[in-house]
T-cell receptor, first 111, second 115 residues
């Protein structure tokens, strides 16, 4: 059983489209996150949800909207995709500092 | 604000040689410190972490790290590198925010292993 699973693994889409990335964790963790990793491997926190409540919303465009239907799921919806959105997006979950677990990533390519 | 510096973008070692990856942090209180490894096409895997206590921390895959408060460092070491260790390594320092536990990552060090 995969602890933190993301779908899809790869996503190629045209500029202007709307897309979603799904994330599920089966670890029972209270907190889930979205990170963006750019082409230089830099990891930047985008959002954090604790028990379905938005805790952190870093300076990302409002075209990005996270949705957490329950504690085990945190989806990322992106409107009007731009070339600069191309990156690898990682979902993660944690239970305090002892259980910070990453998904395997979604490589988004906007053409 | 906390920050993490990994001064080496790339490190090249021969298989069987020893390894040390450098990490310096800036944080006002006693930090939570982590090392993660990212293999190509994969997510990040936790190698080891330091919260308190013994300053030499053992991790998975034969890695260890030493916390040195006086130098604000948390360097990662391995006595003998294997070809499968080739990957991206990230140092991170943690803070809490509104019930979330947010690591701040360094920019990573790419490890290249020569046969």
């Amino acid at each position: 059983d995969t602890a933190v699973s993301q779908t899809p693994k790869y996503l190629v889409t045209q500029m202007g489209n709307d897309k979603s990335i799904k994330c599920e964790q089966n670890l029972g963790h209270d907190t889930m996150y979205w990170y963006k990793q750019d082409s230089k491997k830099f990891l930047k926190i985008m959002f954090s949800y604790n028990n379905k409540e938005l805790i952190i919303n870093e300076t990302v465009p409002n075209r990005f909207s996270p949705k957490s239907p329950d504690k085990a799921h945190l989806n990322l919806h992106i409107n009007s995709l731009e070339l600069g959105d191309s990156a690898v997006y990682f979902c993660a979950s944690s239970q305090d500092w002892h259980g910070y677990t990453f998904g395997s990533g979604t490589r988004l390519t906007v053409v | 604000a906390q920050s993490v510096t990994q001064p080496d973008i790339h490190i090249t070692v021969s298989e069987g040689a020893s390894l040390e990856l450098r990490c310096n942090y800036s944080y006002g209180a006693t930090p939570y410190l982590f090392w993660y490894v990212q293999s190509p096409g994969q997510g990040l895997q936790l190698l080891l972490k330091y919260f308190s206590g013994d300053t030499l921390v053992q991790g998975i895959k034969g890695f260890e790290a030493e916390f040195k408060r006086s130098q604000s460092s948390f360097n990662l070491r391995k006595p003998s590198v294997h070809w499968s260790d080739a990957a991206e390594y990230f140092c991170a320092v943690g803070q809490t925010s509104g019930g979330s536990y947010i690591p701040t990552f360094g920019r990573g060090t790419s490890l290249i292993v020569h046969p």
